[in-house]
């Protein structure tokens, strides 16, 4: 038999890099980040300034098209967006066929797939780029209408309609929070909140949810294929189900009578599997500065909302305690852009199993943006190599003989 070190060593150079911690996948003019410093920008402008000053889909259309829009591309960008608000009605009868236990984070993949079947010119991988930009609008369209119609699954409601007199968080809050013949007024303070929370998620460079959309596109699968996977990479707790897990581990902690310094203790045990979740990451290694907006956000919020939360006093205690923890300080983990979110988010009345939902209805304009700047630059299929560590080469042996 072959020596099996031998043709490995014939088959060129091969780095290993798991996680891909120190390995680039492609040249990006998207969004800088700089993670001893805690720098995040869209396009050369600071997270901080966009967050304060713009609206979400002004922040999409930068991303995605790498200026900010004028007052006519923004008016027209938002009429579109608007026109296709609305969703075969078809696509209710797959709705109906989850059962009302279903997580919304997979009801929300499946129907963003299923655009394929409605739209199967997406298929084809020599679109002009006029018809990729109707893709482009379409799903940005009819999102928060999947993600609000994965709601009412759940909570097992009529679904709402869109309506297209509302600006994009609005109706999103319509459609999620109306109840039928109900004359519901959105609350200027929870569509504002959306609007930040949006823009802070909109995009992150190559991060596992983008980097799964690029790689799935660079096959040339369609667009709505591969934001569909986005969305099922982005769902882990390590990720954006991180959101979802905080709340979770809040509310863990405030039952088992709000002992802070008993979880920091937990989290540093080695032998026990408990994280703290909302801390830590791969690249912020001094602050994460989304996380820094949404904490004071969260005080402005539910100030204004005159909501009175313990598990924001826990959350801060647990920060606290964290800041000045000698594990905490020398591995570089701090709260991240999901430690405070949730907190917003069931203020808003949003419940914790459509928090990764809200992150992904905030991610998908970077997707976009990220799928559409691989198609642009041709880049090659993604195609990892690796290092096999099985048998050598062995004779078969028949079935009656093992
Ligand atoms: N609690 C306790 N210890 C932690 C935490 C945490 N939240 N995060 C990292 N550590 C420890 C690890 O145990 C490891 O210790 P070791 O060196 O002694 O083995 C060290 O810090 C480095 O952690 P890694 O997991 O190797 O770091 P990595 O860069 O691979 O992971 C991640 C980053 C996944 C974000 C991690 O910090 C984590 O699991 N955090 C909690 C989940 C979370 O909040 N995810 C959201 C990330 S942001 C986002 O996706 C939007």
């Known amino acids: 038999a072959v020596d099996i070190s031998k043709l490995r060593a014939n088959s060129g150079l091969i780095t290993i890099d798991p996680g891909f911690k120190n390995t680039g996948s492609t040249k990006s003019a998207i969004t800088f980040l700089n993670g001893e410093e805690g720098i995040l920008r869209y396009r050369g402008y600071s997270i901080e300034e966009l967050a304060e000053k713009s609206s979400f889909l002004e922040v999409s259309y930068l991303l995605i098209y790498g200026e900010l829009p004028t007052k006519a591309q923004l008016e027209h960008f938002q009429n579109e967006i608007t026109t296709h608000t609305l969703v075969h009605e078809d696509i209710k009868k797959i709705l109906d066929g989850f059962p009302s236990n279903a997580h919304p984070m997979g009801v929300l993949s499946s129907l963003v797939c299923s655009l394929t079947a409605f739209y199967p010119e997406s298929l084809d991988p020599n679109r002009s780029s006029k018809e990729v930009d109707l893709s482009i609008i379409r799903i940005l369209s009819k999102m928060p209408t999947f993600a609000a119609w994965a709601f009412k699954n759940q909570i097992g409601h009529p679904v709402n309609y869109p309506d297209n007199e509302l600006d994009y968080q609005s109706n999103f809050l319509k459609m999620m929070f109306a109840l039928p013949a109900e004359k519901y007024k959105v609350n200027p303070v929870v569509a504002k909140a959306l609007n930040t929370l949006l823009i802070l998620h909109a995009d992150h460079e190559q991060n596992c949810s983008t980097s799964t959309v690029r790689v799935v596109g660079s096959s040339q699968a369609s667009l709505y294929a591969s934001i569909s996977a986005g969305i099922n990479a982005l769902w882990g707790p390590l990720h954006g189900g991180a959101n979802q897990a905080v709340l979770e581990m809040l509310e863990q902690i405030e039952k088992a009578g ?38 004071k956000a969260a005080d402005d ?17 647990l920060e606290q305690i964290a800041l000045k923890d000698e594990y905490f300080v ?64 062995r004779s078969y042996v028949d079935l009656n003989k093992r």
Do not use: C
């Open 330 to 393: 020398e591995k570089k983990l701090y709260p991240n852009v999901d430690f405070y979110s949730g907190i917003i988010y069931r203020a808003m009345g949003i419940p914790t199993e459509m928090f990764t939902v809200m992150f992904a209805l905030g991610r998908l304009p970077g997707w976009i943006a990220q799928w559409k700047e691989m198609r642009e630059n041709n880049e090659p299929i993604g195609r990892p190599r690796q290092v096999y560590t099985g048998e050598n080469l």
């Open 258 to 295: 709000g002992d802070t310094a008993k979880f920091i203790a937990k989290a540093k045990d080695k032998n026990d599997p408990f994280r703290l979740m909302g801390f830590g990451h791969r690249v912020y290694k001094n602050f994460d500065p989304r996380a820094k907006i949404i904490k």
């Open 301 to 317: 919020v539910l100030g204004q909302l005159g909501v009175d939360d313990p598990l924001l006093t826990i959350a801060k205690e």
